[in-house]
């Protein structure tokens, strides 16, 4: 069974840190690029990283882009989205998901090339 458990949001206040996981299981993690979309309430969702199989490629929307790290631990197939001096923009449901479409680059304005995604973990930023 395909899985992508997304894990790590909660409660920060504005200009604070948080570090979200990715563990993937049930599929073949090397051969998969992985992004991160968050949608907030209302809005559309959003493409705001992703990272190639082999970890080296890196693509940001300019909207985290300087503040937030994407990385990748293919020993223990998770992926790790770090953000950093997030504001209450930034608040949203976080999914991570898998897209064996992308080789040596990964896109984010393609969430149809992306073929399973994970449950969401929220992040709420507090002003």
């Known amino acids: 069974e395909v899985q992508l458990q997304a894990s790590g949001g909660g409660l920060v206040h504005t200009g604070g840190s948080l570090r979200l996981s990715c563990a993937a299981s049930?599929?073949?993690?090397?051969?998969?690029?992985i992004g991160w979309f968050r949608q907030a309430p209302g809005k559309e969702r959003e493409g705001i990283s992703c990272?190639?199989?082999?970890?080296?490629?890196?693509n940001y929307a300019d909207s985290v882009k300087g503040r937030f790290t994407i990385s990748s631990d293919n020993a223990k197939n998770t992926v790790y989205l770090q953000m950093s001096d997030l504001n209450p923009e930034d608040t949203a449901v976080y999914y991570c998901?898998?897209?064996?479409?992308?080789?040596?680059?990964?896109?984010?304005?393609?969430?149809?090339?992306?073929?399973?995604w994970g449950q969401g973990t929220l992040v709420t930023v507090s002003s």
């Open positions: 049930g599929f073949t993690f090397d051969d998969y690029a």
């Open positions: 998901a898998a897209s064996a479409f992308f080789l040596r680059h990964c896109r984010l304005n393609i969430a149809t090339a992306y073929d399973y």
């Open positions: 990272i190639t199989s082999d970890n080296s490629v890196t």
